[in-house]
């Protein structure tokens, strides 16, 4: 059985209200593990993000609407992404031509 065919069995047997449940479980374990990192990722991370992974992947494919919101989030980073590369190119002086569109579109009045 595949991945999502079992995180879609899982789902539909557990329900979303008890997997949302869990989540918040999870959340709490991942925040635990994580509390300890140090530029290592340990077996416990590890399996603490598998857990959450696999109960956000359940969720995904059962919350209508959340691919656009991924889609829109990540198309933000992206800009935000751009709009930092600009902003250290300015601050080291160096000619900034081709970030010329990222600027106009991500900092309303920032070439004006």
């Known amino acids: 059985m595949k991945l999502l065919d079992i995180a879609d069995a899982v789902i539909e047997h557990y329900g979303i209200d ?3 449940h869990k989540l918040k479980e999870e959340n709490l374990e991942l925040g635990d593990a994580l509390r300890d990192y140090d530029k290592e990722i340990t077996p416990e ?3 603490e993000l598998a857990d ?3 109960l956000l992947t359940q969720l ?3 919350i209508p609407g959340i691919k656009v919101r991924v889609m829109y989030k990540a198309n933000r980073q992206l800009k935000r992404m ?3 590369k600009v902003s250290n ?3 080291e002086g160096i000619q900034i031509d081709h970030y010329a569109g990222a ?3 991500g900092a309303h009045g920032f070439m004006e």
Do not use: P, Y
Request: glycine share 0%.
């Open 18 to 20: 008890n997997q949302v």
């Open 45 to 47: 991370i590890i399996d």
């Open 52 to 54: 959450e992974l696999f």
């Open 60 to 62: 995904a494919r059962k």
């Open 82 to 84: 751009e709009a930092e």
């Open 89 to 91: 190119k300015l601050r």
């Open 103 to 105: 600027v106009v579109e």
